[in-house]
């Protein structure tokens, strides 16, 4: 019988791609894509859910408790986890959270605030969110319950979420929402090379094809929306490299963006130069998400600093055309959508690898197809930063998104860039292992990892750091 991780498994038909890339890369605030987006939508749906019930039910109705579980509970203080729920059920969504909501909330746990549906007013404050077991019988390891209570504390509603990474949320009882399907239905690379190959259209095409299809958006709407991440992420860089000072949490992490930038500056070397930009634009973001800030899914928040360290340097530094950034992050998508699709893109659920490893090989993509290099090399680089990564924990100390992720998010932006460097000096047929190969590994890897090294800080450097 074959290995169940072996690559004829993973080439078998698989059910087709059908993420968009608005599910993908999401405009948000940080730490964490599971930890803070996911919990925040859930309180939002389960608001609109409330709006949904009968009268009888509300006026009944006194207040909302909350229970995380999981990595969720583990990890949850250290992500603002209860914070974002919180915000979620006051209204708020992750696109359009003002930067003081989280730590206005933060600043005052025992406030008790209100919840207004269809007229009725129900009670709700950090005070009424618990942190509970760490172990628990779930589908997924980032679960959270949200109950609506009577004052004698009978349940009137419930909903159990699960955060499934990258800000995607399901709950018991999910099923995916009628969309349209793609147009080049693929489930692994050699699928999609294959439609490539065929139709003789570019990757960008494909994907921009499939999205129209499934969403129902125009192209004009898709480069609009594509234009707004490209600058959420430069924006994002951009205050990251004016900030200093010490991040939020109990570790006292200095940022260090600035003095990146200005000791880059002093290199003579370019290969100096060159890392020394890619690490302070990385370091900006990723600095400007474990503060809570603004910053874009890709294809993670604790990740997020890798996409826009190429991106900027590659439309500050290398001069890149806005129309082949853009071509490009619609390549960097299609990597991100078969790592979710055939692995996982959550540390909570494969470990880093599955952010910085995926957020990596994006990049890779990216700036291979930006420059204009053919399939082969996009899919060769993205492999090569993917393989290279393969294995990575993730260990956050104190459950803080700062050590070792900001670093790591340096070293993910300069090693997409080395492996583009890698890819292009390939003669064709040279390269070994195919992406689906590198996916296929990362998702033994991280379904067989201890969840000790999952995103609950209870093994690795979150231990041994601390207890040094
Ligand atoms: S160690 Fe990696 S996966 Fe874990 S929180 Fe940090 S960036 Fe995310």
Redesign the pocket.
Known sequence: MAHPYCLQNALKKRPPVETTLFDMFKIGPG??SSHTIGPMKAGADFCQCLAGLSDDRLVRASNIHVTLYGSLSA?GKGHGTDAAVLAGLLGNTPEHCPPAVLPGLQADPEQSHSVTINGRTFKIGLKDIAFGPIQYDSPYSNTLSIELRDAGGKVLFAREYYSVGGGFIQWKGYTEPERGKPVHPYGTMRELSTIVRETGLNLHEIILDNEMAITGMTRPHIYERLNSIMEAMYDSVRRGLEASGKLPGTLGVWRKAQSLLEHSMEHNMPIGKGMGLLNAYAFAVSEENAAGGVIVTAP????AGVMPALLYAMRKNLNVGERALCEGLLASAAVGFLAKHNAGI???EV??Q???GVASAMAAAMLAHARGYDGSVVENAAEIALEHHLG?????VGGY?QI??IE??AMGAVKAANAVLLATSEKNGQHKVSLDAAIMAMGEIGHEMNAKFK?TSGGGLAVSMVEC
């Open positions: 730490p964490s990890t993670t928040c604790g990740s959550a540390g909570a470990g880093c599955g952010e910085i990575l924990t993730c260990d956050p998104v070792p992720c790591r998010n995103e």
